[in-house]
C-alpha cells in the first residue's frame, strides 16, 4: 500500500502518530510525516488513515495506484 499525508490537509491533530507510531511521525513543522509503510499491518494503517478528521491521509494500491482512501 502507498500511503501518502497531504501537507495541506494535515493540521498536526496527531491521533495517526498515536494509533500507528511506526508509520506516521510529526515533523518539525508539525505535519505527519510517513516513516516507514511496512511500520504496521494494513488494518492498523486504514485505522490511522480514518482516524485522521481532514482527511490527510492517502491510501493507494502500491501495483496498479488505485485510489483507496479516503
Ligand atoms: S491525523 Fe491527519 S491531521 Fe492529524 S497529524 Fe495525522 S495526517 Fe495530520
Do not use: N
Not at 495517526?16 to 516507514?36: E, G, N, S, T, Y
Amino acid at each position: 500500500m502507498k500511503i501518502r499525508v497531504d501537507r495541506e490537509l494535515c493540521k498536526g491533530a496527531g491521533s495517526c502518530v498515536v494509533l500507528a507510531p511506526q508509520v506516521f511521525q510529526m515533523d518539525d513543522a508539525d505535519k505527519a510525516v510517513v516513516i516507514d509503510v511496512h511500520g504496521h499491518d494494513d488494518d492498523t494503517i486504514w485505522r490511522a488513515a480514518e482516524s485522521c478528521p481532514f482527511d490527510a491521509i492517502i491510501l493507494e494500491d502500491e501495483e496498479t495506484g488505485e485510489w483507496l482512501y479516503p
